[in-house]
């Protein structure tokens, strides 16, 4: 369907679901609150639902005919394939990547796993499990490193070990978190962001941190952070841009996401993470890079949700 002959009563119902009870709930209700604002202001029907609880009763109820998903996170976030898997069952159309992709996407190791069979950079690491000897991981991959858990977002539980004795009390943070832990070699250089819209990929977004470290505080709550967008030019750019496609497409995600990637000092790409959620907060990336493009917040939602109406996950 052409997004000039959407109108906004093609969409129905559309829950925007927020919330959840993961590691990221207060996150999420700020994007999701931007979100529904940004739809009601369209004239979409749409509502707040808090949690996959209310959701499934709004479900059951008939009251939903689409889902805008705002929900980040694991274990309660939207992030992980259940959800994906609840509402395909239900044959309820939602934003953003599908069962494969969302589930693969939020476990960090077998998203490396797939980026290194298919040849993709990402910086070397080493699964943690707990009661490993963590001292031999980390000098099997070299000091400085990342331990972080598996499967958690927003910087949630990671630490950056420069020395052997800090290792232990980094290993205890990333473990009060479910799933397995991950130790990662630490890059180097710049970190960026580049978020992906349908397969248009939108301008990379520089990242500098007034602190030493782009945390959860620079995320969500400082701002003092810089954000540099375009964060490269010409050919560097675009190879970066084209990394993203392939790394984005290679997971099964699709809708749209964003890709964190760190380059170091050599000019060398490390593909991180993949977000198949991601914020849509005032300090959050995609908006700030869709902007570069011409596309404004309320056009965006409305460009992620028209996703909806016409594609199969």
Known sequence: MSEQTIKATDFGRVAVLMGGSSSEREVSL???????????????????????PLLLSGLIA????????????????GENGVLQGLLESFGIPYTGSG??????????????????????????????????DVAAAARTLGLPVIIKPSCEGSSVGVTRVFKEADLDEAVELAARYPGEMLMEQLIQGSEFSVPVLGQQVLPSIRIVPAGEYYDY??????????????????VAEQEMQALVLKAFNAVGCSGWGRIDVMRDQQGRNYLLEVNTAPGMTSHSLVPKSARQVGIEFNELVWRILADTLDRKH
């Open 30 to 52: 700020v994007s999701g609150a931007a979100v529904l604002s940004a739809l009601q202001d369209q004239g979409v029907n749409a509502v707040a639902v808090d949690g996959i």
């Open 217 to 234: 505080h620079a995320k969500y709550v400082a701002d003092d952070t810089t954000y540099i967008c375009p964060g490269l030019e010409a």
């Open 99 to 132: 069962v494969l992709g969302s589930a693969l996407a939020m476990d960090k190791i077998r998203t490396k796993q797939v980026w290194l069979s298919l040849g993709l950079p990402t910086p070397r690491y080493v699964r943690l499990a707990r009661g490993d």
């Open 62 to 77: 008939g009251k939903f005919d689409r889902v805008f998903n705002i929900l980040h996170g694991n274990k309660g976030g």
